[in-house]
């Protein structure tokens, strides 16, 4: 989540120390959220000053609720990806600010370690909904961008591989 927090703000064009500082905020704001479990509005009611940190809902972030996020946070995702034994396509946009390149890179070592069947793609100028911006800045600027229907191919070429 702290790389998301850092991601969106780069893409939005927050200068280096306001995005330090505020970083620092927001890993209090998520101990209390995913480790703690509290609402952002339980947060934001005993932390006023953080107000301006966060943007999204009282009792969701982006539209799930918040029991979805600390429930997620609970989760072993490295010993749940070792245990796939089966093709794994990881398709990650270059401009996808909210999964890191690292988290594709960690997914495709952890089912690669029973044998070679992760298989890593990053689309070029290509968020994380797929859509495709002429820059990083673009896709914190409201627009939609354009799908990216190449990701069909790509998706199609691996099926073909794997299902021989």
């Known amino acids: 989540m702290l790389a998301i927090e850092r991601e969106r703000r780069v893409a939005m064009g927050a200068e280096p ?8 905020a927001i890993t209090d704001f998520y101990r209390l ?8 509005k339980q947060i934001l009611t005993a932390h006023p ?6 943007d999204d809902g009282d009792t969701t972030q982006y539209g799930r609720p918040a029991a979805f996020y600390q429930q997620l946070q609970d989760l072993n995702l490295g010993e ?10 990881v398709l990650r946009g ?5 999964m890191p390149r690292e988290d594709g890179y960690a997914i495709v070592e ?4 029973g044998g070679q069947l992760a298989k890593y ?3 070029p100028r290509v968020t994380h909904g797929l859509a495709q911006f002429e820059s990083f ?15 069909e191919t790509t998706v199609m070429e691996f099926l073909r591989t794997v299902l021989k």
Do not use: C, H, M
């Not at 959220?33 to 952002?40: A, D």
């Not at 000053?49 to 966060?54: L, Q, T």
């Not at 749940?80 to 396509?89: D, G, N």
């Open 17 to 24: 120390a306001k995005i330090n500082s505020e970083l620092k």
């Open 33 to 40: 959220y995913l480790i703690e479990k509290e609402t952002p």
């Open 49 to 54: 000053e953080w107000k301006s940190i966060w």
């Open 80 to 89: 749940a990806w070792s245990a796939v034994k089966t093709p794994v396509l």
């Open 94 to 98: 270059e401009y996808d600010w909210i």
């Open 110 to 113: 952890s089912v690669n370690k």
């Open 121 to 123: 793609v990053e689309l």
């Open 137 to 151: 800045g673009a896709t914190a600027q409201g627009g939609r961008g354009e799908y990216f229907k190449p990701v």
